[in-house]
């Protein structure tokens, strides 16, 4: 394994001195003592021939080259045209769905072994032609033998290995800088690694991503907002799946979109509404929104219709994830730093010995200058390095369980600035967050939360009696007790048990209460348990 790691490594390094990566580096404004390592490479000595490629097409062929990690890393890049050039992102955007696909008779040869049967019985028609080709898998177009007219997903071969070799590279990178810097310990590298080598190995099972996509399907039933393709379970498998054909224009044609006269405004703000919907409604949204997974229906331009493909990518967020996360967006929308501030601190993303007033400010003066500013002229990068000045002077932790959330917030305001430049992120958000805050505390929703709640009585009532039986033998349970500790213990372990039954009995009797009814049938519960099991 380190031989392998090793070898890569190399290999890495082939690729940076083939496509003269280095030099791109050293073309920008460097200090004055790392321009000086210029002299220092090896392979820059001698004479070299010069290359004829644009800087974007090196940096596009050097990811292909590298492999699925890289290639990901260039599709996130290409959707921030704010903080990269324009040359480069239109280059780094053909890595949506223009890799370079593998042979058709492995594609095929790989479909015959996972489906248990030749192309030609499985289908009236297959296209060995693909019909797109990405970073982990590629697609084929075909027709099920009952006319339905579907696309046939085909993991790539070999990606394990490789795969594996650059994530041993991540976490050795992710615990040296762990090791060696403090910075890098508030970013938690080692943790972010860990979440995206299970995000990437969960994209390698095409039977988790249809599992996803029929979960998004279900969640967006009807709705006007969001399509998703049907799965056809009997055809799918680990490296396969099989869905519907849908035809749609991509969300960048903006030619093509002009031409069918789509509201570009309608379509930017359905956009931002179907994210919030994910995030908060649904807990259950699309990680992967790059420009190659979205495409618009051609049917209803005027009232135009989102389509999501490649659901392999997932995030979900807790319930309290969520309340803090809304609480924050919408004290931002109000330009209440103060609760910004308090909020960071009681979730525990800021240390608590923070000074409320001094972060306060702080936040003030980052976000102040954004507000009533049409997207077009907000600078988000700018505004995410102000940030991280800001974090690194008050010791902010990066929260690993919204690394995905963050990745497809940068995708989606990559996607709103090359629709609709004018489009007021703010506004179109806010009202959304205040609806679903109302509907949170709403009677029926505060109901729901206390019948979910009582469910778990008879649990505790049985949790209660198997420690009272064990009680009953003290000598058993704990022979090297002492007497001292019997006397001491036993009372306590009588008022906790007592209760215990009076908690349960007094939340089964509260059933169609209001939920703040019960609270303190919760209180001797929780009491009584700890009465019990403390030492």
């Known amino acids: 394994m380190k031989l392998l790691a090793i070898r890569r490594l190399f290999r890495i390094q082939r690729v940076i001195i083939r496509y003269r990566l280095d030099d791109l580096l050293f073309d920008l404004p460097l200090p004055f003592w790392l321009r000086a390592l210029r002299h220092l490479r090896p392979w820059c000595w001698w004479p070299r021939t010069p290359l004829t490629l644009s800087r974007g097409e090196r940096l596009r062929l050097a990811l292909e080259d590298l492999g699925p990690i890289f290639i990901k890393f260039g599709q996130l890049l290409s959707t921030r045209r704010d903080l990269m050039p324009v040359?480069?992102?239109?280059?780094?955007a053909k890595l949506q769905d223009n890799v370079p696909p593998f042979d058709s008779q492995q594609s095929v040869a790989l479909i015959e072994q996972q489906l248990g049967v030749k192309v030609s019985e499985a289908f009236a028609r297959f296209d060995s032609q693909p019909l797109a080709s990405a970073s982990v898998a590629q697609v084929h177009a075909a027709q099920l033998k009952s006319g339905e007219e579907v696309v046939v997903k085909v993991i790539r071969p070999g990606l394990k290995p490789i795969i594996r070799q650059d994530l041993a590279w991540l976490f050795l990178l992710a615990k040296f800088a762990e090791y060696s810097s403090t910075e890098a310990r508030r970013l938690h590298p080692v943790e972010v690694v860990n979440d995206y080598e299970k995000t990437i190995y969960d994209e390698l099972d095409l039977l988790r991503e249809a599992a996803n996509a029929s979960q998004l399907r279900r969640?967006?039933?009807?709705?006007?907002?969001?399509?998703?393709?049907q799965v056809y379970w009997e055809w799918c498998r680990p490296k396969v799946l099989v869905m519907e054909r849908i035809y749609g224009v991509q969300v960048t044609d903006m030619a093509t979109l002009a031409d069918q006269r789509t509201d570009m405004k309608l379509?930017?703000?359905?956009?931002?509404?179907?994210?919030?919907?994910?995030?908060?409604?649904?807990?259950f949204f699309h990680a992967d929104m790059h420009p190659g997974n979205i495409f618009i229906s051609t049917r209803t331009p005027w009232n135009p219709q989102y389509i999501a493909i490649d659901c392999g990518i997932i995030g979900s967020l807790t319930p309290e994830d969520q309340d803090y996360l809304a609480r924050n967006l919408l004290a931002f929308f109000k330009r209440d730093y103060r609760k910004v501030a308090q909020l960071h601190i009681d979730s525990g993303w800021v240390p608590a010995h923070t000074r409320v007033n001094d972060f306060e400010a702080a936040i003030r003066t980052v976000c102040?200058?954004?507000?009533?500013?049409?997207?077009?002229?907000?600078s988000f990068g700018m505004l995410l390095m102000r940030l991280f000045q800001t974090a690194r002077r008050f010791n902010m932790e990066i929260q690993p369980q919204l690394v995905l959330l963050q990745k497809t917030l940068l995708n989606i305001e990559g996607l709103g600035r090359q629709l609709y430049p004018d489009l007021d992120l703010w506004s179109t958000a806010q009202p959304f967050l205040e609806r679903w805050m109302r509907e949170r505390m709403s009677p029926k929703s505060l109901l729901h939360t206390f019948q979910t709640q009582v469910e778990q009585v008879p649990h505790v009532a049985q949790m209660t009696r198997d420690l009272l039986e064990r009680l009953s033998q003290p000598a058993v349970q704990d022979p090297l007790a002492t007497r001292q500790e019997?006397?001491?213990?036993?009372?306590l372990r009588l008022v906790g048990a007592a209760l215990l039954g009076a908690g349960a009995t007094f939340a089964g009797s509260t059933v169609a209460l209001a939920a703040i009814a019960a609270w303190p049938a919760w209180v001797m519960l929780a009491s009584g348990l700890y009465l019990i099991v403390r030492r």
């Open 87 to 92: 040359d480069v992102a239109d280059e780094l």
């Open 219 to 229: 969640n967006f039933e009807g709705s006007p907002l969001l399509y998703v393709p």
């Open 267 to 283: 379509l930017a703000e359905r956009g931002v509404e179907i994210f919030f919907t994910q995030v908060f409604s649904h807990s």
């Open 368 to 378: 102040e200058p954004i507000f009533e500013r049409p997207l077009k002229d907000i």
């Open 486 to 491: 019997l006397r001491t213990a036993w009372p």
